[in-house]
Nanobody
Framework: HVQLVESGGGSVQAGGSLRLSCAASGYTYRRYNMGWFRQTPGKEREGVAS???????RYADSVNGRFTISKDSAKNTLYLQMNSLKPEDTAMYYC???????????????WGQGTQVTVS
């Protein structure tokens, strides 16, 4: 049984930084592409960044150059370093396993419970 647990969200002023973590159990990061998504009330879920088993990454245009996705396979942990945060980055952030590098997720993908990021 795959479990994903996000942490690291919080409130920060514009221009600040946060690092999100996603700890996984039940499998290893070598098997799945991993991704970060975000969603605000009333809006569709947005793909933010992804990383595949070979370490290749992709980013949404809105975060490219500000966010960095990485993983520590030995710790089964995924990270999202977020710098130069903007108010429009405010959202619930979710990690997912089993989506494509282009951040398209099949029904069988695994999701965490989310961590809130608020930028003022």
């Amino acid at each position: 049984h795959v479990q994903l647990v996000e942490s690291g969200g919080g409130s920060v002023q514009a221009g600040g930084s946060l690092r999100l973590s996603c700890a996984a159990s039940g499998y290893t990061y070598r098997r799945y592409n991993m991704g970060w998504f975000r969603q605000t009330p009333g809006k569709e879920r947005e793909g933010v960044a992804s990383i595949d088993s070979d370490g290749r990454t992709r980013y949404a245009d809105s975060v490219n150059g500000r966010f960095t996705i990485s993983k520590d396979s030995a710790k089964n942990t995924l990270y999202l370093q977020m710098n130069s945060l903007k108010p429009e980055d405010t959202a619930m952030y979710y990690c997912a396993a089993g989506c494509s590098l282009t951040l398209v997720c099949a029904p069988g993908a695994y999701w965490g419970q989310g961590t809130q990021v608020t930028v003022s």
